[in-house]
């Protein structure tokens, strides 16, 4: 043992770089495994469509997922689709794509709001309305989304109102998306219709029996009290440790209305 002491006294100068180096490449190694892990590709093909102007675009998708199956990114197949929050319908189930973070907003709980990470989805799962928010799938119903600039994708059934028209129906799973104050895209899932309106200088109202949403200021009344919308990445995270549809909720908030 004395003459290992002894040894590294003497070759201290060569053995601590050595072992410096040593500790590097391990933490290396080991980064390394869990990038692998996290960033492994499995990609599936998917049918599905957006609106764009009014437009409808149908194509095929390759959507990307690591190990833990949650999903790190879409592409088209054929086309190049510059992807914003414009929401991505798949043909073939109930399941709708977006592709940047939203702000969930919960009117039945008194207007409270969290953040979807990007790539977020949401649809029907084993009979019952969830959204995929990162790794966890959270029973959710009654809300609407918002990008934090114009776009608003809506649960329930709304009624769109723009001043000097005509009310317009949507049906469950629609948006809207106002640009600039001067247009705005509306797409009418359950009659697959999507229209581009002329709004300038205009009061735009999206309301339910729960909500009323101000599209112009970026506000909405619930309860009595009004709220402004803000940017997604300033709300915590949805997360799966509280109900967020409770028909005792729903009960209280209809008889607190008669």
Not at 205 to 210: F, R
């Amino acid at each position: 043992m004395k003459k290992i002491i002894d040894f590294c006294k003497q070759k201290y100068k060569v053995l601590i770089p050595i072992m410096v180096v040593f500790v590097l490449l391990l933490a290396i190694y080991f980064l390394y495994r869990e990038y692998r892990y996290d960033t492994y590709r499995n990609r599936k093909e998917y049918a599905v469509y957006q609106y764009f102007g009014g437009k409808k675009m149908e194509y095929t998708a390759i959507v990307t997922y690591n190990l833990k199956k949650v999903i790190i990114g879409i592409e088209g197949k054929d086309k190049k689709i510059n992807y914003d929050s414009t929401p991505v319908y798949y043909k073939d189930e109930d399941r709708i794509l977006f592709p940047e973070e939203m702000s969930i907003i919960l009117p039945l709980k008194s207007g409270e709001s969290h953040r979807l990470y990007k790539y977020a989805t949401y649809g029907i799962k084993d009979e019952i309305h969830k959204i995929t928010n990162g790794s966890l799938d959270i029973a959710c119903s009654h809300f609407f989304l918002f990008d934090g600039t114009g776009l608003y994708f809506f649960s329930d059934k709304v009624t769109l109102s723009i001043e000097g028209m005509d009310d317009i129906a949507l049906g469950k799973e629609s948006y809207i998306e106002n640009v600039g104050g001067y247009t705005l895209t509306y797409y009418d899932k359950e009659n697959d219709k999507s229209e581009v309106v002329d709004i300038y200088g205009k009061k735009v109202t999206v309301s339910n029996d729960d909500v009323t949403i101000d599209v112009i200021k970026k506000e909405f009344k619930v309860f009595g009290k009004t709220v402004s919308l803000g940017q997604p990445y300033n709300l915590n995270p949805l997360v799966n440790n509280w109900q967020i549809k409770c028909h005792n909720d729903i009960m209280k908030f209809r008889i607190g209305v008669l």
